[in-house]
């Protein structure tokens, strides 16, 4: 029986406008010059950042297959994780950071965990520990809760019990937005949540023109919001 082969989740920049080994570390390129299969979130994506990682292999000889937020588990994932089973490694690229974490790369990890494939992931940046690490929050306990409701009476109601979870169990709670919705969402918080409630506000993370800010809702409500419409942002409560 062919020996399996493995499954290497690689990180890329969360900014275009940041050099790939600025975020990463050399040592990934070793690993991404040996992989000519690429489970990746957007193919146009994948293949500029393996470009702007100078790998070794030409662009055109790779194959690259999509799994994105239309991708339903099942026969297609499998079909996706066959190759691997069969001694072929491959590397998981998300569009923007790490892949696996608020990213669809969680699917094929998961079939290549009941396959006994081992899973290996490479360093490089994650924006929702970055913001982390620089808000000033506690870090000893946090909880990422992913998009909050559209609609702003269930996004409201949402608020309100993460900004009691913050407060009665002192456990940070991240959360993102489309960018083109940051400044409503921004907005809604400071209407929403109590004057000392503290929100951090993390924007285009690892790049020039990165935005990372912690004020209470009322210093929030004095200064006013920074920039982040359209710009990928974290908010953070606590």
């Known amino acids: 029986m062919a020996q399996k082969g493995v499954l290497y989740m690689i990180p890329c920049p969360i900014s275009d406008s940041t050099e790939v ?31 702007k990682a100078r790998i070794s292999r030409r662009i055109e000889e790779l194959e690259f ?9 099942g026969a297609a994932v499998e079909a996706m994780v066959k190759p691997i089973e069969q001694g072929r490694s491959a590397g998981v690229i998300s569009e923007a ?9 969680a699917l094929v990890v998961e079939v290549c965990h ?9 360093v490089g940046p994650s924006s929702i520990l970055l913001a982390m690490m620089a808000s000033g929050l506690n870090g000893q306990s946090f909880a ?8 702003p009476p ?12 913050a407060h009665v169990e002192q456990q940070s709670q991240i959360f993102i937005e489309a960018p083109y919705r940051n400044v409503k969402l921004a907005e809604q918080i400071l209407t929403v949540c109590a004057a000392d409630t503290k929100l ?13 800010v912690t004020h209470s809702v009322a210093q929030w409500r004095k200064c006013g919001i920074p920039d982040i419409a359209k ?3 974290i908010f953070i409560i606590g």
Do not use: Q, W
Not at 200 to 212: H, K, L, R, Y
């Open 21 to 51: 080994y600025d975020v990463v570390p050399e040592t990934n390129r070793r690993i991404m010059d040996s992989l000519d299969y690429f489970i990746v979130e957007n193919v146009r994506s994948a293949r500029r950042f393996l470009s």
């Open 144 to 151: 990422f809760v992913g998009y909050l409701p559209v609609k």
């Open 97 to 105: 950071g790490v892949p696996g974490v608020a990213d669809p790369g």
């Open 231 to 233: 710009r990928p942002t």
């Open 65 to 73: 297959v999509e799994l994105n937020e239309h991708t339903v588990a």
């Open 154 to 165: 269930e996004r409201a109601k949402e608020l309100k019990a993460l900004e009691r979870r």
């Open 200 to 212: 951090t506000i993390a924007c285009d993370i690892t790049s020039p023109d990165e935005i990372i």
């Open 114 to 122: 009941k396959r006994g494939i081992r899973v290996v992931p490479l």
